[in-house]
């Protein structure tokens, strides 16, 4: 009796332990000719809590240039319901030269569970007076959309990418732009730039 | 006997005053802007006001207001909110302190400033007092911070409170629903467009 009772607690301190969030979103990262550099990030405690990135503005020549970068995540662990939500939003936004541009960049992940669910999404993502290639975007861009960009490479706007199991754990990851460069010749990778990221998980 | 009936009845009578301040407070019209100075936000009347045995935390995304619906407004109107928020009450209660911080973004050039970031530290943490009165998914929680406008500069100090914050539903989505007034120039009240509330239990310090 006493063996099944310890075993029991054991269990229960183990689902206990096992339930984590996490969060983590930034405004922009880029690397390229073997530079990297990156915006403020804000990472969730794994405990839950809250964590901000923002910079007035942030730029790296030929790559990138954003103001006004707000990334936030938040969260909190519970036994019974359990969450993690991350934004990311910059304004004024090139990339690639000037090849993608748009006036706001939004990123949104969430995930959660309650008692009896979970599940994670990119719902209230989107992009303001999106231009690529010279041309506007005046529709709603799909999840992961790929673009080519001539002379730089590829670029995959609203990048979706889910995470966990369905069934213990749920997570999602978004990039709204993800260029990806390459070089011109012989089409290798050679860096890349990633803005407006967020992503939350949860897991029990 | 008829003694204690008055006296209950006087006491529902001054509640019941006491709850319609406050709702006026937190329904108050934005009022005219004094160059460089905000105006004094709504009173933060704790009178009345229960302790809270819960916690709470969000983000997400705002665009639609008074409920009307959650779909994103249409892009050229940059007409959305985003935020951010944990808030807890004290470990004592009364009073109704609290703890915690809120990110707020206004997108809106037709808002306060062009529109702004506000960065926000909870003081107090209570139940809400407007529609939501009685909602036990709902919190209510404020205090002061930094509102960093887009074309008027910084303001410090600026009194905010979130009127209610409400767990409704997985996911929140279509279901939570925020509302914020932040001194006596802006106030945006809908449900998520993106995002999630979630109330917890009091555990730890998070």
């Known amino acids: ?204 | 006997m008829n003694h204690a009936r008055h006296l209950s009845l006087a006491l529902a009578a001054i509640a019941a005053v006491l709850v319609a301040v406050a709702c006026h407070d937190a329904a108050s019209p934005q009022g005219p802007i004094t160059a460089g100075i905000l105006p004094p936000g709504p009173k933060h009347d704790k009178g009345g006001n229960q302790c809270a045995n819960f916690r709470l935390t969000g983000g997400g995304r705002v665009d639609q207001r008074d409920h009307l619906g959650y779909e994103k407004n249409t892009p050229e109107s940059h007409d959305f909110a985003t935020f951010g928020f944990q808030a807890r009450p004290s470990s004592s209660c009364p009073p109704t302190d609290g703890s915690g911080n809120i990110e707020w973004n206004e997108h809106n050039p037709d808002e306060f400033g062009g529109g702004f970031a506000f960065h926000g530290r909870v003081t107090y943490f209570t139940t809400p007092t407007d529609e939501t009165f009685d909602d036990s998914r709902c919190g209510r929680f404020g205090g002061s911070g930094r509102l960093n406008t887009r074309n008027d500069g910084t303001f410090e100090d600026v009194i905010f409170e979130v009127n209610h914050a409400c767990d409704v539903d997985e996911p929140g989505v279509g279901n939570d629903h925020i509302k914020i007034t932040i001194g006596d120039v802006y106030t945006r009240h809908g449900i998520l467009s993106g995002g999630n509330i979630q109330q917890h239990r009091l555990t730890g310090n998070n």
């Open chain 1, 1 to 204: 009796m006493t063996t099944k009772i310890l075993l029991a607690l054991t269990l229960l301190a183990g689902a206990v332990q096992a339930q984590t969030v996490t969060g983590k979103a930034f405004g922009t990262y880029v690397n390229a000719a073997g530079v990297t550099s990156q915006s403020p990030v804000a990472t969730l405690p794994s405990s839950g809590g809250m964590a901000t990135g923002q910079a007035d503005a942030f730029g790296v020549a030929g790559a990138v240039d954003a103001s006004w970068l707000n990334a936030v995540t938040t969260g909190a662990v519970d036994d019974k319901k359990s969450g993690a939500q991350s934004t990311s939003e910059l304004e004024q936004v090139s990339a690639a030269g000037g090849a993608i541009t748009a006036d706001v960049v939004t990123a949104v992940a969430t995930a959660y569970f309650g008692q009896f669910t979970g599940g994670s999404d990119a719902t209230g993502t989107g992009f303001t007076n999106l231009v690529v290639n010279g041309v506007p975007v005046t529709e709603d861009v799909a999840p992961n959309t790929w673009v080519d960009l001539p002379g730089v490479g590829y670029a995959i706007l609203n990048e979706q990418i889910s995470t966990g199991n369905g069934l213990t754990s749920w997570g999602m990851t978004v990039n709204m732009i993800h260029v990806v460069l390459q070089d011109a010749l012989l089409g290798l990778t050679t860096g890349e730039i990633i803005i407006g990221s967020a992503s939350s998980s949860v897991a029990r």
